[in-house]
């Protein structure tokens, strides 16, 4: 039993590396994706009056940020 059980994990870890090595050629170009919140945060961005941009614009920031991660990007 102990050598099957050592084969097991060996076999998890191959079957991980194949999904995750799948999955990086997949996944599309972060300048792809997005684009709609992207723009909206840019807007913000750029054109608010306030005087702490980021502060006025933080759900917009955080709608991006969201989104970015649901495709495996880390902003």
């Given at each position: ?68 991660s649901g495709f495996g990007y880390q902003v």
């Open positions: 039993m102990d050598a099957r059980t050592a084969t097991i994990p060996s076999a998890a870890a191959a079957a991980a590396a194949i999904s995750s090595t799948a999955t990086k050629e997949n996944k599309p170009k972060p300048c792809c994706v997005c684009k709609e919140e992207k723009s909206k945060r840019d807007e913000c961005m750029l054109f608010s009056n306030a005087k702490d941009p980021v502060a006025d614009c933080k759900s917009f920031i955080e709608q991006y940020r969201s989104c970015m």
